[in-house]
């Protein structure tokens, strides 16, 4: 069983920094694609940002330039600096890792999620 937990969101005002965390434990062979979704009420989930084993980075159009995601594999952690924050970045952020088991199969876990808040 493999266990994720987020940490890091917050209120900040608008131009504000605010850095996720989401570290995963258990039985853990490899660690393939790491991202951060959100959703915000009424809305659908989407990708915000996601980072492969080999540290390629995809970004959504709207954090481009803002949003970094990086990963320390010997943490099992991926991270989410935000920067430069908007009204429109609320929403509640989740992890989702793709994990390979000693087993060799996939499996897709998810954060409980964590919500950011930005103030106009």
């Known amino acids: 069983q493999v266990q994720l937990v987020e940490s890091g969101g917050g209120l900040v005002q608008a131009g504000g920094s605010l850095r996720l965390s989401c570290a995963a434990s258990?039985?853990?062979?490899?660690?393939?694609?790491m991202g951060w979704y959100r959703q915000a009420p009424g809305k659908q989930r989407e990708l915000v940002a996601s980072?492969?084993?080999?540290?390629?980075?995809k970004y959504v159009d709207s954090v481009k330039g803002r949003f970094t995601i990086s990963r320390d594999n010997a943490k099992n952690t991926v991270y989410l600096q935000m920067n430069s924050l908007k009204p429109e970045d609320t929403a509640v952020y989740y992890c989702q890792l793709v994990v390979i088991t000693i087993t060799q199969l996939t499996r897709y876990y998810w954060g409980q999620g964590t919500q950011v808040t930005v103030s106009s």
């Open positions: 980072i492969t084993s080999g540290g390629a980075t």
């Open positions: 258990g039985t853990i062979f490899r660690i393939n694609d």
